[in-house]
């Protein structure tokens, strides 16, 4: 059962909207498991085609995109269905490339929904234990469904999970010993008001030599200058995290992890609201 969320920093506006947000994901989430429980994805899985447009947006609002952003470039995908589903897909690219390396012994995505990028790194036959981090909890059932059908057999763990509560998963997996660990987070920090320090505090105690690639719509944070520049305006009214870019650099100027890159921009299928930057950072001791 998922403990209410709430900061006490946050005054009432941004619980109230913090919970909105939730509640939309739930529904969606819960919408999602349903398809999988009608449809069959054998054929579909087997050809490693197995993306968040196969259940949910096919048909919907990001059929009818004509522009989207690319490394800071607006492309006109001319509502493209397979030309959308492409870049979406080279937007994941930088994660695979790393799995490719066969470095890592784990992985584990931070705020990961109902599985979308978890369940296509698993298509793409990588073979590295993975957790997979959700807050909802119809998110978390729609991803042990999935793996239970499809992935019996995958080195998949799920969990419940909360940035501003990680004490409880850290404590979960303090037995566990990895070496090299690879951390993602894709949309998943946006909603967090002010993120807390004992999350990146978790991460250097229990991972002595980590990688993250932030993906979050923290552009704002950083730079007047690309496209997230209109959210600095609206910030108070959607609530989005205001700290993660701070957060770092304080970390960073203390010697507790290093910056390694910043791309502003990087990728969103809109070309006006909810661009995502990738901050890619990394253990002090994390060589290349």
Same mark, same amino acid.
């Given at each position: 059962m998922i403990n209410p969320y709430y900061i006490s920093k946050l005054d009432e506006s941004s619980k109230k909207s913090f919970d909105i947000y939730t509640n939309q994901w739930q529904s969606i989430f819960k919408y999602i498991r349903k398809q999988y429980e009608k449809m069959n994805l054998d054929k579909r899985i087997n050809k490693h085609n197995f993306t968040v447009f196969d259940v949910l947006y096919h048909k919907s609002k990001y059929s009818e995109i004509s522009e989207l952003i690319y490394l800071g470039n607006i492309i006109n995908v001319n509502q493209n269905y397979e030309l959308i589903k492409t870049y979406f897909e080279k937007s994941r690219q930088h994660v695979i490339d790393e799995h490719n390396n066969e470095k890592y012994d784990l992985i584990i995505e931070f705020g990961s929904g109902w599985g979308t990028n978890i369940f296509y790194y698993i298509s793409k036959n990588i073979d590295t234990k993975i957790i997979s981090c959700e807050y909802t909890y119809t998110g978390v059932e729609t991803q042990q469904? =999935?793996?239970?059908?499809?992935?019996? /057999? @995958?080195?998949?763990? =799920?969990?419940?999970?909360?940035?501003? /509560? @990680?004490?409880?998963f850290f404590?979960?997996?303090s037995n566990m010993k990895y070496s090299n660990v690879l951390i993602t987070t894709f949309w998943a920090i946006e909603q967090v008001y002010m993120l807390s320090e004992s999350f990146l505090d978790n991460l250097i105690k229990y991972f002595p030599k980590f990688k993250i690639?932030?993906?979050?719509?923290?552009?704002w944070q950083i730079s007047n200058d690309g496209h997230m520049k209109m959210k600095s305006e609206k910030k108070n009214t959607y609530y989005y995290n205001?700290?993660?870019?701070s957060l770092i650099c304080k970390y960073q100027s203390n010697g507790k992890i290093k910056i390694n890159k910043i791309i502003l921009d990087y990728f969103y299928p809109n070309v006006k609201y909810n661009c995502g930057t990738l901050i890619e950072i990394s253990s002090v001791n994390y060589k290349d």
């Open positions: 469904f =999935i793996k239970d059908k499809y992935y019996p /057999n @995958s080195k998949l763990e =799920i969990y419940q999970f909360d940035f501003n /509560n @990680s004490d409880d404590n979960k997996i690639y932030f993906l979050e719509p923290v552009g205001e700290n993660l870019y």
